[in-house]
Each structure stands twice: as structure tokens, then as C-alpha cells.
């Protein structure tokens, strides 16, 4: 079953899939997200989180419109849990407190579900707390004695006072009067503290993996049709036309490379080793960790030197991609370093034979024989002084040689070019030595450079 989640804040695509193994998890839903997901085959949607401001919101319709195509469609812990309370007559199903606060009326505002994140490229971290959270909170304060009803709702009163994006524990404790009950509160806070959103979100995924799991049929057609008001039908016009648009600046861009054989032939090598390289990661099924996927992130845009926000923005539109697939195209770029890195020993034999077939073997190896006997001609430093010359040699190599700023991850830059960190460092450290000689020249990288016919 295809079962496509959508999650940011509340809880992280990593841990969203570990609960929902196969899962597709998407960022926040905004408006025509989960109508383009039913289009595109999800045969169960989650909803936990969706865009507030800023964003237009997810809309009913979409939701009743999946859910009339025989999609199961759940809802939980912050924009699902709203939509779910309000469509849950039609068929949503609602998972958690949360939502059964908002479905009995004992709280209203979408505030009390609202947060501010961190942007995409920093996996939507939270930077405020959800009002849920700090009065599931405060109820476990009271029960345990930490807190009395009239501080309670002192704190509550306190909180909800702040607008949302301003939550912070901190802040609201700073809020509180100076008294002996709210240092001990905020003591109890660094253990005692509640994360109710992630609570019913985790419940939610492991209730779809259950569905899931029992082959459980969709969700019962609508018993009466949806009205495709104007409003509607002008969302899959734009939904439609997005999608045809896209799907003709594709194969006009691939036309466009035909034009040109030889870079053709390259892309679709290097597209051939893409879907090998896919097909076994899929196989694995281990999805990308943060981690690696943060590093993609960094190296890509440091690479194409997209390290501003609306630098990154304009290079994706001009690309063609969205947040969501430049996320997946990244993921896919560390599990397949991850399978490459995997394979270097029986990568090297290849990759001798295609610098070979190339006629770039003879011109790197002139230089390596060229450094070897240089190098061997030199005093060699002490280890003590190679350790102390590290980081100036790091810093030579990426910002002179390679014209790059360093890596953050240097032991992932290093085993993307097959080696340990150790083995990498020694590497820079023998070009930094040949480069103090006289007459010397970088690594060929050009095909003249490297002894090819040009």
C-alpha cells in the first residue's frame, strides 16, 4: 500500500518512516498537496502537519475529493487533527488527544496547534512550543503535585497571551512572577516537559501501519458526491496545468540536449549509473539518514553556490524542482554515495580501465611519478608537525587548489573520493609538499591537460 505522510515540525521524516515503514513522508501540506498526492496514487494519506500562514491551507475539499476516490485519509497532532475533527463525519479519521480536544470543542483556536519552524533545508526544526504541548504539560505539573490550579492557570493565561511564534518555554517562565513555585516548575521543566504533538503523531503512523499492514480496503466512497464548485474546478485546472507545463519543459530540455551527442551520450551514462545505483538502495530499502541528507544539502549548495535562501529559491524554479523533490533527489544523491562508497574496491579497477579507455591514464600518471620523486628528494616533517600543518593544508587545498570553502564533514568529502580522513589528509599533505618544489602544476582535470586528444 502506498501511504504518503505529511510531516515537518511535529515530527521527523527519519522517525516518521521508521514508524511507517515505506511510507512517502512529504513537508507540511499546503494548499492542492494532498489532491496532486491522491492524482499521483497514494492509497492512504496522513496529515499531521500543514502550512498556516504564508501558504494558502490545505483545503476540505481536497481531502473529501481523496477520500471519494476510496483513499483512507488520517489526521493527527496539528493541522490533521483540525481537519480531521472537521471532516470526521465524512469519513477522516482523527487520531489522539488533540484531535479529541478540537472534535468535543474543548479547544478551538489553531493557534493552540501552530508553531514556528525552522525553513525546509534545516528539516523544520520547531522554534516556538504548540499551546497543546504546554497544557498537556501543566496538566502533568498539577498531577504530580509540581503545581497548584491557580498556577496553573497562571501559566496557561501566561502562555496564551504570546502570540505563537513567541512560545518558548523560556520566554514564558521569564513571563511569570519571581516566586518559589516557578523555579521549581522550571526544574521539573527539563524532565517533566511534554511533547503532545509528536505523541499523537507517533500514534497516528503506527495506526496506518496496522492498517497497512492488514491489507485494509480504502476508505468508503462519499455517500454523497462533492460539489465541484468554481473554486474547486479552478484548483485542478491549476493543478492540471502545473503538471502539463512541467511535463513539457521536460522533454523540451531533453530535446534540446539531443542537439548536442556527445552531451547527451555523457548525461545518459551518468543517468544509466543513477538508476543502477537506485535500484540497489531500493533494494536495501534503508532510507537516508538526516545526517546524510543535511550533508547533500551543504555540499550541493556550496557546490553551486546557493548558500542564500532566495538563491537557492531562484535555482530551483529555474530547475524545475520543488522543495519536496530537490529533498528527494538529494535523498536518493546519499543513498547513492552511501551504495558507491559501499563498492570502491570494485569501483577502482573500473575506474582505471574508463581514465585508460580515455587516454587520461598516461598524463596523471606522469604526475604521479613526477610528485613521488620530488617528494622523495624532500625532508620529510615529524608527525607532531604534519598534525599542527593540518589545518593550514586543508585550508590550502580546498580555497587555493579547489577554490572551494571547506567542507564541514570532511571525513564525508574524503570517502567520497574513496578514502579514510586519515588516508585523505595524507593525500593533501604529499600535493602540498609537490606544490612547494618549482615547475609544478595542479592535478589534470581538462583533456588536454590529462593527454587526450583535444
Not at 220 to 238: K, P
Not at 240 to 268: G, H, I, N, S, Y
Not at 375 to 396: F, G, H, N
Request: net charge negative; with cysteine; proline share 4%.
Amino acid at each position: 500500500m502506498t501511504a504518503v505522510v505529511f510531516a515537518g515540525p511535529t515530527i521527523g521524516a527519519e522517525e516518521a518512516q521508521a514508524l511507517l515503514p515505506g511510507s512517502i513522508v512529504l513537508p507540511p501540506a499546503g494548499q492542492g498537496d494532498i489532491y496532486r498526492a491522491a492524482r499521483q496514487g497514494a492509497e492512504a494519506i496522513g496529515l499531521i502537519d500543514g502550512y498556516f500562514e504564508g501558504v494558502p491551507s490545505v483545503w476540505h475539499k481536497e481531502i473529501l475529493w481523496a477520500m471519494e476516490q476510496g483513499i483512507t485519509v488520517f489526521g493527527s497532532a496539528s493541522m490533521g487533527a483540525l481537519r480531521a475533527a472537521e471532516l470526521s463525519v465524512f469519513g477522516m479519521i482523527g487520531v489522539g488527544r488533540i484531535y479529541e480536544a478540537y472534535a468535543s470543542g474543548a479547544i478551538t483556536d489553531d493557534d493552540e496547534v501552530a508553531v514556528l519552524h525552522s525553513p525546509a533545508e534545516l528539516g523544520f526544526a520547531p522554534l516556538s512550543e504548540p499551546m497543546v504541548s504546554i497544557r498537556a504539560t501543566v496538566d502533568l505539573a498539577v498531577s504530580g503535585m509540581v503545581l497548584d490550579a491557580a498556577q496553573a492557570a497562571t501559566v496557561l493565561e501566561t502562555a496564551k497571551a504570546r502570540f505563537y511564534q513567541q512560545r518558548t518555554w523560556k520566554q514564558i517562565l521569564a513571563d511569570l512572577p519571581v516566586s518559589p513555585w516557578r523555579d521549581r516548575f522550571s526544574s521539573w521543566l527539563e524532565t517533566g516537559a511534554i511533547d503532545a504533538k509528536r505523541d499523537d503523531a507517533q500514534e497516528m503512523l503506527t495506526q496506518m501501519a496496522v492498517f497497512s499492514g492488514a491489507g485494509a480496503p480504502g476508505n468508503r466512497q462519499l455517500s454523497e458526491q462533492m460539489e465541484e464548485t468554481l473554486a474547486w474546478q479552478g484548483l485542478v485546472r491549476r493543478a492540471e496545468a502545473q503538471e502539463k507545463t512541467l511535463q513539457d519543459a521536460e522533454r523540451w530540455v531533453l530535446d534540446e540536449l539531443r542537439l548536442k551527442p556527445e552531451r547527451f551520450a555523457e548525461f545518459r551514462n551518468r543517468a544509466a549509473l543513477r538508476c543502477l545505483a537506485l535500484q540497489k538502495v531500493r533494494k536495501a530499502g534503508v532510507p537516508p539518514g538526516r545526517k546524510a541528507l543535511l550533508a547533500q544539502l551543504n555540499s550541493h549548495r556550496q557546490e553551486h553556490s546557493l548558500l542564500r535562501s532566495k538563491d537557492l529559491q531562484a535555482w530551483l524554479e529555474a530547475n524545475g524542482l520543488t522543495a519536496v523533490q530537490y529533498e528527494k533527489k538529494l535523498g536518493e544523491a546519499a543513498q547513492i554515495a552511501k551504495a558507491v562508497s559501499a563498492l570502491q574496491k570494485e569501483l577502482e579497477p573500473c575506474l582505471l580501465a574508463e581514465l585508460q579507455l580515455a587516454g587520461a591514464f598516461a598524463g596523471l600518471k606522469a604526475r604521479a611519478e613526477a610528485k613521488e620523486k620530488q617528494i622523495a628528494e624532500q625532508a620529510q616533517p615529524d608527525s607532531q608537525k604534519q598534525q599542527s600543518e593540518r589545518l593550514q593544508m586543508t585550508a590550502w587545498y580546498f580555497e587555493n587548489v579547489l577554490q572551494w570553502d571547506i567542507p564541514e564533514d570532511l571525513e564525508a568529502h574524503a570517502l567520497s573520493v574513496g578514502l579514510g580522513t586519515e588516508e585523505f589528509f595524507e593525500l593533501i599533505r604529499r600535493e602540498f609538499m609537490y606544490h612547494q618544489g618549482v615547475n609544478t602544476r595542479p592535478a589534470p582535470d581538462s583533456r588536454d591537460e590529462a593527454g587526450q586528444a583535444g
